[in-house]
């Protein structure tokens, strides 16, 4: 069975500082997708990267940056310079072969000014 | 390109009322899902369209909730009759192929609340 682990419920910031959200994943497939999402106070949900099992590479988009480390089963999300606008709930998603999705309980981040 | 659609965005029903839900997927996706995110947990598939066959309903409350797609394209699922813990976002997502290759998009949800 296929679970994601988001350890974090919550985490509050200064606007400016760097917020790291964790996530821990478990699966017997050899290839498998992990996602990250962002659902901000509208409710929807917001794709934010893509990755699957045999690129550990880590990769950053403007303030987003991502961890992908195979050997302990996580795949770390970093916003750098936080920002009021990066207020939301985030979920560490892992997908099957089938597409079917499995969600992490998500971690809500606040960033105040 | 027009993202997933969904309506109503809110719905307030007694229980043991029906209620039911809109999806148009992104053209050209093949690939629909319904999730259902209660308040402070992850989504959770309910149920997955391949077209306009079933593919996955394992998680789906059969005796309670059922969902079509018919033509392909358009989706609605019903409750009927909701209960107290049917209060939830109900999410739909549409992804261009099956399979974890796809990503899903999601539509903005409707809030059922079920008193």
């Known amino acids: 069975a296929q679970k994601v682990t988001q350890a974090q419920t919550e985490i509050s910031v200064v606007e400016k500082e760097d917020v790291t959200l964790d996530c821990v994943y478990e699966t017997r497939d050899t290839t498998y997708y992990l996602f990250w999402y962002k659902q901000p106070p509208s409710g929807e949900l917001v794709f934010l990267i893509r990755?699957?099992?045999?690129?550990?590479q880590n990769e950053i988009s403007g303030r987003y940056s991502w961890n992908f480390q195979k050997s302990t089963s996580s795949f770390n999300f970093t916003i750098t310079a936080s920002q009021v606008v990066d207020s939301a709930v985030y979920f560490c998603a892992l997908s099957d072969s089938w597409g079917k999705l499995q969600f992490g309980a998500g971690t809500q981040v606040v960033v105040t000014p | 390109e027009a993202g997933v659609a969904q309506s109503p965005r809110y719905k307030i029903i007694e229980k043991r009322q029906s209620v039911a839900f809109w999806c148009n997927p992104i053209?050209?996706?093949?690939?629909l899902y319904w999730y259902q995110q209660i308040l402070g947990q992850g989504p959770k598939l309910l149920i997955q369209?391949?077209?306009?066959?079933?593919?996955?309903d394992s998680q789906l409350p059969k005796d309670r909730f059922s969902a079509e797609r018919l033509k392909g394209v358009d989706s609605t699922l019903k409750i009927q009759p909701a209960k107290l813990e049917d209060s939830a976002v109900y999410l739909c997502a549409s992804s261009l192929r099956r399979g974890n290759t796809d990503t899903q998009y999601f539509g903005p949800g409707t809030r059922l609340t079920v008193l």
């Open positions: 053209s050209g996706h093949a690939t």
């Open positions: 990755r699957n099992s045999f690129d550990e």
């Open positions: 369209f391949q077209n306009n066959g079933v593919v996955d």
